[in-house]
């Protein structure tokens, strides 16, 4: 009876700690954030008149996040322009800055997403897309972006027959010299209002703009000997390395931004033999993962790494290539860069092994003496 009594005390206990953690903790830190001026002042007060941001919504716009959150448009699309070190997101035009916990303190769904297969839209409203456009892609995306995989939305349209008030003229892909004559809902002009609506145009007092296109251009100017294929490659591996979406490797879920790893649980990749060291070996790794013992910078770690990709092992000799290569060039990191033809040539070397079988350091070793 005691032990049922101390175990019950146990389970409340990490439910209220947890509870203070997740809900107390994150109110007391962003409870009481409140739109701002840009700039304040020396001694942290507001201006004057000043401008606050974020801008409220329009209530259409408001009413098109519903629609957008009804729709599942999270599901593929995030609203969150990553730090710097995160990614690329600046970088792609996605934003002038950082999201912030401030820009989202007046929305009643804070739809960051969870997947990002399409592009971001954190700052959509600044694309200057025109209405008719994205009524448009709303429609059929496939009629403005040939490769999209967005799903098609034609219940929010009706179709005429001829050209009315209102109505947008669409080209017919299957049928040459066709015209379809679409008029909007309500539904969809408040989701267009909605997405033009998404702006984070304003600099916050805890998040400048971030200034780009001089300094990348300067410091590859100062890098002397590096060509510019080697440049892409890296830039390309780095994107790779912190994308968590198809097309990326989830590389930095486990082995960090930093390249350092996790104490205990998994290995650095900075000066690290199995990066720096055989080629073919790191490789061969990334093409089909690798299990069991190992030992990294004189630790061991024993775990299973699926070879990177969404899914596993899913990246092509090219994709490969550039994040190896870039693992190998950053933090510090300094080795010959890999080309999509030694992917190549080590994946044609072992094109019978079964798929998601995983090397472990052992059967690596041996197959590196019987090279020999």
């Not at 309500?186 to 998404?198: C, E, K, M, T």
Request: charged share 20%; net charge negative.
């Amino acid at each position: 009876m005691n032990n049922l009594l101390k175990f019950s005390i146990g389970i409340l206990a990490t439910l209220g700690f947890a509870w203070l953690a997740f809900v107390v903790a994150s109110v007391r830190q962003f409870g009481d954030l409140t739109p701002e001026a840009q700039f304040l002042e020396d001694d942290g007060s507001r201006p004057p008149d000043a401008d606050l941001f974020p801008k409220d919504l329009s209530g259409l716009a408001k009413q098109g996040a519903e629609d957008y959150l009804s729709l599942g448009c999270m599901t593929c699309h995030t609203q969150q322009v990553r730090l710097e070190e995160a990614g690329f997101d600046v970088e792609r035009g996605w934003g002038k800055r950082p999201s912030m916990p401030r820009d989202y303190v007046l929305q009643d769904h804070v739809m960051l997403g969870n997947t990002r297969i399409g592009p971001d839209l954190a700052n959509f409203g600044m694309r200057e897309h025109e209405n008719n456009w994205l009524h448009q892609h709303l429609f059929e995306p496939q009629s403005v972006v040939p490769d999209s995989i967005c799903p098609p939305s034609p219940f929010l349209y009706q179709i005429a027959d001829e050209a009315k008030e209102g109505s947008i003229e669409i080209p017919d892909r299957e049928e040459n010299n066709q015209t379809r004559h679409v008029i909007p809902s309500l539904r969809a002009n408040r989701i267009v209002a909605y997405l033009q609506g998404l702006n984070q145009d304003y600099e916050l007092p805890e998040m400048k703009f971030v200034e780009t296109a001089a300094p990348v251009e300067e410091e590859k100017q100062s890098v002397d000997g590096v060509p510019d294929w080697l440049a892409q490659q890296m830039e390309s591996g780095k994107e790779i390395y912190m994308k968590a979406a198809p097309g990326g490797g989830l590389c930095f879920t486990c082995h960090q931004p930093t390249g350092l790893g996790l104490p205990g649980q998994f290995p650095p990749l900075v000066d690290s033999d199995w990066v720096l060291g055989d080629k073919d070996r790191l490789i061969k790794i990334s093409l089909f993962g690798l299990m069991g013992e190992i030992e990294v910078n004189g630790v061991k770690y024993n775990g299973a790494m699926p070879p990177p990709g969404l899914p596993p092992g899913s990246l092509s000799d090219q994709q490969v290539a550039d994040v190896l290569t870039y693992i190998r060039n950053a933090w510090g990191n300094s080795a010959s860069s890999v080309s999509p033809s030694e992917v190549a040539a080590v994946r044609a070397s072992i094109k019978g092994r079964a798929p998601m079988q995983m090397w472990t350091a052992a059967e690596l070793a041996t197959e590196k003496k019987t090279e020999k």
